[in-house]
């Protein structure tokens, strides 16, 4: 009965292949978010999602890309993967998205990805 | 870019004792705060928010305090319990955007 759920938790993979990270939320949310948490520590946002609106973090490569099948789930498909990119990524949700969230977002336990 | 900075990354706190984890932001247009805890290996948590038009929330043993001429909230916990000890992150935001994080800060409660 986990709020949000992702897997993997842990990933390791080469330099250039391509992966995806799940996300799934039961909290009937409507807006979900990813998050990148680099080796600063810092928790910059990447995505954020409605079933009406993708906002997307202008910083982010456009090999990210987020796909939501339905209102609960957001994954997260990772285009060429490179060195830079290992991380550890968390998905959040909450109820009222960008510009309307003065709602707490509720996190998932984060996947550590490594690229070798 | 950092718009919100924990300077402090790590703190020491006896048990029994206050723990004030301290953060500082430099973005005026920020109305609401909110400050997370996260466990290892686990998600940040909700904690404790507090609206730009107030300058103190309290919930239980928890409790925010905002100062806005001085761009910079508190976090104070009395007394502290060594299941406190966490990494505690706060986090900003204008007008219902996207939430801006600081780096956390590490606090230790001694037994």
């Known amino acids: 009965d986990t709020a949000v759920s992702q897997t993997p938790k842990y990933l390791v993979t080469q330099m250039g292949n391509d992966k995806s990270i799940k996300c799934e939320q039961n909290?009937?949310?409507?807006?979900m978010y990813w998050y990148k948490q680099d080796s600063k520590k810092f928790l910059k946002i990447m995505f954020s999602?409605?079933?009406?609106?993708?906002?997307i973090n202008e910083t982010v490569p456009n090999r990210f890309s987020p796909k939501s099948p339905d209102k609960a789930h957001l994954n997260l498909h990772i285009n060429s993967l490179e060195l830079g990119d290992s991380a550890v990524y968390f998905c959040a949700s909450s109820q009222g998205g960008w510009g309307n969230s003065y709602n707490e977002q509720f996190f998932g336990p984060g996947t550590r990805l490594t690229v070798l | 870019d950092q718009q919100v900075k924990q300077n402090s990354p790590s703190l020491s706190v006896q048990e029994g004792r206050i723990s004030i984890l301290n953060c500082d932001y430099t973005?005026?247009?920020?109305?609401?705060f909110l400050w997370y805890k996260k466990y290892p290996a686990e998600g940040p948590t909700f904690l404790i928010s507090i609206s730009s038009i107030k300058d103190k929330n309290e919930d239980g043993r928890f409790t925010v305090f905002l100062n806005k001429s001085a761009k910079h909230l508190s976090l104070h916990i009395v007394p502290s319990q060594p299941g406190d000890s966490a990494v505690y992150f706060c986090a900003a935001s204008a007008a219902g955007n996207q939430f801006y994080f600081g780096t956390g800060t590490s606090l230790t409660v001694i037994p």
């Open positions: 999602y409605n079933n009406k609106e993708l906002i």
């Open positions: 973005n005026s247009m920020f109305d609401y």
């Open positions: 909290l009937g949310h409507d807006t």
